[in-house]
């Protein structure tokens, strides 16, 4: 199955689309973006996180470290 949430410039709701998200146990989940990818990581330590265009993942606490990510995060930034 796949599900799909778009914030649509309401950031204040990322962190419930997060939940509806996690809610459904899924096997992963995809962000896009900076603020989406850190909604994901604040609501998970578990399920794996892949994220594209998250611009700094390590300063923003999403990776320990380009070279080795830790955690549930992984992407490209």
């Given at each position: 199955?796949?599900?799909?949430?778009?914030?649509?410039?309401?950031?204040?709701?990322?962190?419930d689309?997060?939940?509806?998200?996690?809610a459904?146990?899924?096997?992963?989940?995809?962000?896009?973006?900076?603020?989406?990818?850190?909604?994901?990581?604040?609501?998970t330590?578990?399920?794996?996180?892949?994220?594209?265009?998250?611009?700094?993942?390590?300063?923003?606490?999403l990776?320990?470290s380009?070279?080795?990510?830790g955690?549930?995060?992984?992407?490209?930034?």
């Amino acid at each position: 199955m796949f599900e799909e949430r778009y914030g649509r410039g309401q950031t204040e709701r990322l962190d419930d689309f997060v939940a509806e998200l996690l809610a459904k146990l899924p096997a992963v989940v995809v962000t896009y973006g900076p603020l989406p990818s850190i909604a994901a990581k604040r609501a998970t330590s578990v399920v794996p996180i892949v994220f594209a265009n998250a611009n700094t993942p390590v300063e923003t606490g999403l990776v320990t470290s380009l070279a080795r990510p830790g955690g549930n995060a992984t992407g490209i930034a």
